[in-house]
């Protein structure tokens, strides 16, 4: 599986969430092997796309969700998106935190602690996707042509960041 940097439509940009949740889902298994290293590795490259998908989701795909507010169903107010923007940011900086210093410091990592503290990001990052699965990629991907064409050609400007960073 590899990340989507020239979508032809939004709802391609699905491909990058799921690519993001295999990701997650090798970096937890690395650390129930105790194999701290790559698992961070693993960790840091999944927190920059991310951070590229949540920057793309803000100054790109937003921006033309709310000129489609007639559009706009109750459940994908684009204030949700900007608040679970700020909290996903939030938690996987302290993860990235608290892997670095177990690094750092040789220390012993608690994995049950940190998969129990992760059940708590992974249910954000899932709900997160599905409300940009079922309202922001469809929406946008409903606008004429022209407007559809030009946002994509800035979202593949955005995810050429991640070039390089996949396996």
Same mark, same amino acid.
């Given at each position: 599986m /590899?990340? /989507?940097? $020239?979508? !032809?439509?939004? $709802? &391609?940009?699905?491909?990058?969430? %799921?690519?993001? &949740?295999?990701?997650?889902? #090798?970096? =937890?298994? @690395? ?8 698992? *961070? !590795?693993?960790?840091? =490259? @999944? ?5 590229v998908?949540? $920057?793309?989701? #803000? =100054?790109?795909? @937003? ?12 459940? !994908? ?7 679970e923007k700020k =909290?996903?940011? +939030? ?6 935190? +608290?892997?670095?210093? /177990?690094l750092l ?9 940190? *998969? %129990? &503290?992760?059940?708590?990001?992974? &249910?954000?990052?899932d709900?997160?996707?599905?409300? #940009?699965?079922?309202? @922001?990629f469809?929406t946008?991907? !409903?606008?004429? %042509? ?8 800035d979202? $593949? ?8 960073? /996949?396996?």
């Open positions: /590899t990340l /989507t940097l $020239s979508p !032809a439509s939004f $709802s &391609d940009l699905k491909k990058n969430l %799921e690519y993001c &949740d295999s990701r997650f889902l #090798e970096h =937890q298994l @690395l650390l129930m092997h105790r194999k701290i290293d790559p698992a *961070f !590795a693993i960790f840091e =490259q @999944l927190v920059q796309i991310r951070k998908h949540l $920057s793309l989701m #803000e =100054q790109c795909l @937003l921006p033309a969700f709310i000129k489609t507010k007639d559009k706009i169903p109750q459940g !994908a107010k684009p204030l949700y998106f900007e608040r =909290q996903i940011l +939030k938690y996987l900086n302290s993860y990235v935190r +608290k892997l670095a210093n /177990t410091h040789s220390a012993k990592l608690d994995i049950v602690g940190l *998969f %129990e &503290d992760y059940a708590w990001l992974k &249910d954000l990052l709900h997160h996707d599905a409300r #940009e699965k079922a309202f @922001l469809p946008l991907d !409903a606008l004429n %042509e022209k407007r559809r064409a030009e946002i994509l050609e979202v $593949s400007v955005h995810l050429a960041m991640l070039k390089g960073l /996949t396996q």
